[in-house]
């Protein structure tokens, strides 16, 4: 019958045979090693020998071992994109501080320009340390490519800019972090794109608002600071029915909690200032193209220009030659090379953080002076269910809190010892913010609800310290309260 093997159409001489018969059929090497997709869903590997081929099925054999890439996802942020420099064994990622890049020939430089040679230009398109970064979260979030930029900010924006235009509908959460609230509302609305706003969780809305000039979906994993999950899935099966794709920013899940592949997203971007990076050290974005989406079938003039020449990878083209090359949005090298660094312990890291975060979130449960505390992890949490199949039981390290009023968080805040007050998320060290007056200052009181922020909600970024250490934070800043 005939399947297809790694994009190619094979014919095998045999019916009703099993993953693993197939394994051994074309004769791969410790099958155990091997990560299997059929039909575009890993395969968990003890159900190899029960689930039958069909005639027509996709098979992806991946990750073998020796050949390049690897299994497991703490091995594959350590090991993919860079090996060691040839000349030197150096292990780490160089810093490529690079301007420009010299060509002995013009023929060359010309051919590179053109797209008929590969190689490097000019920083602000591409560099080669920025290139390691793209493919090791690339790797990690399975994806076909990925493009870094700035900020977390400016791969939100580069999206937006390549798939619309003025005259143009988006499909987004209204539950969202303030920056993407605030572009969506100050800067979109100028170039006259409508922004259609749902309750993140209201799968119905999503297909209320679709029509002729809907370009996305956008949305969160997690929504900052609200916490409420969305079904992915059941958003991407409306958002590819109607062939447009959905864009989710993943920054609080990053690729160990949710595997956006898997779900049907077509763009994954993160903002790598936090957990991928982890200590607070960087400013940088990404987005990865899953390869769900074909983008042949875009209805964006801008990306079909480029798929006209690349192909699947025209929206990956867009962005790059057209949104970050015109815009200059690009991410330093130096910032590359700390992404890089913190992306190797991110698997550890995200384990900490979420065991962390749901002990503290449980020890202010039942705290008196507490009158709310928000955490997915806790089991009688709304989004408890979804959070734990859609991130493989995990539940995130952020949570929020409520103490009654503006005063009494502040009190908190201003008490606390060892966590620090400052606007971020996602670093090793534990953070808190009070978001009414700092992150959503500039939004109206009818966008904080909507975006789950009120006077007295004080968000905490669950960090790496000792356990004990936290909490004995809390419990005495709690005294003064
Ligand atoms: N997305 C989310 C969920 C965020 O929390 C943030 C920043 O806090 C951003 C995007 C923007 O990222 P950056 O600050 O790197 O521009």
């Given amino acids: 019958m005939k399947i297809i093997i790694n994009g190619k159409e094979e014919i095998i001489d045999r019916q009703n045979f099993s993953i693993l018969e197939l394994l051994i059929i074309k004769d791969v090497k410790m099958p155990e090693m091997v990560s299997v997709e059929l039909n575009g869903e890993i395969i968990n590997k003890d159900k190899y020998d029960e689930i039958i081929i069909k005639e027509g099925d996709k098979i992806e054999f991946l990750y073998f071992m020796g050949g390049g890439e690897y299994i497991g996802f703490a091995t594959k942020a350590i090991h993919s994109g860079y090996e060691k420099d040839k ?13 420009s890049y ?60 390549a798939l619309t235009e003025s005259g143009d509908e988006i499909i987004s959460s209204k539950n969202l972090f303030g920056g993407t609230l605030l572009f969506f509302n100050e800067i979109m609305k100028t170039y006259n794109v409508k922004v ?30 609200k916490l409420n999950i969305p079904d992915v899935k059941k958003i991407a099966e409306i ?21 956006a592949k898997k779900h049907g997203v077509s763009i994954v971007v993160h903002s790598a200032t936090k957990y991928l990076t982890g200590n607070g050290t960087a400013i940088g974005g990404v987005l990865i193209d899953t390869g769900n989406f074909l983008w042949q079938k875009s209805k964006s003039p801008k990306v079909i220009k480029y798929t006209n020449k690349f192909g699947n990878f025209g929206f990956l083209a867009c962005i790059r030659k057209n949104i970050i090359q015109n815009s200059g949005a690009c991410l330093s090298p130096f910032n590359a090379f700390l992404h890089c660094i913190g992306l190797e312990t991110l698997a550890l890291r995200m384990e900490k953080h979420c065991e962390n975060a749901k002990k503290l979130a449980e020890y202010l449960k039942q705290h008196t002076k507490i009158i709310n505390v928000n955490y997915p992890g806790l089991s009688d949490n ?19 809190i409520r103490l009654g ?41 009818e966008e904080m609800e909507e975006a789950g922020v009120y006077d007295d909600l004080i968000r905490i ?16 800043a709690l005294k003064e309260v």
Avoid: W
Wanted: aromatic content about 12%.
């Fill in 405 to 445: 009023n503006k005063e009494k968080s502040f009190r908190l805040i201003n008490n606390l010892k060892l966590a620090k007050n400052l606007a971020n998320i996602g670093d090793v060290r534990t953070l808190v913010i009070h978001p009414a007056s700092t992150i959503f200052h500039e939004c109206s009181k």
């Fill in 102 to 161: 010299e060509y002995e020939k013009a023929e060359d430089l010309a051919d590179v320009f053109d797209g008929r040679k590969y190689g490097y230009i000019y920083s602000r398109i591409a560099n080669p340390t920025v290139n390691i970064f793209e493919q090791k979260i690339n790797t990690l979030e399975n994806g076909i490519g990925a493009v870094a930029t700035s900020s977390g900010m400016s791969a939100i924006a580069a999206i937006i800019f």
């Fill in 196 to 225: 259609n706003f749902v309750d993140a969780c209201d799968i119905q809305a999503y297909k209320k608002f679709i029509n002729k000039k809907t370009k996305l979906i956008f949305i969160e994993t997690i929504a900052n600071p």
């Fill in 239 to 259: 958002a590819n029915q109607n062939e447009i794709p959905l864009i989710i920013d993943s920054t609080i899940t990053t690729p160990y909690l949710f595997k």
């Fill in 87 to 99: 000349e030197t064994g150096a292990t780490f990622v160089p810093i490529y501080s690079s301007a």
């Fill in 382 to 400: 709304e989004y408890y269910e979804i959070s734990a199949k859609q991130f493989n039981n995990k539940f995130g390290g952020i949570l929020t």
């Fill in 461 to 476: 970024s669950v960090g790496l310290e000792d356990f004990e250490d936290i909490i004995n934070d809390f419990e005495q």
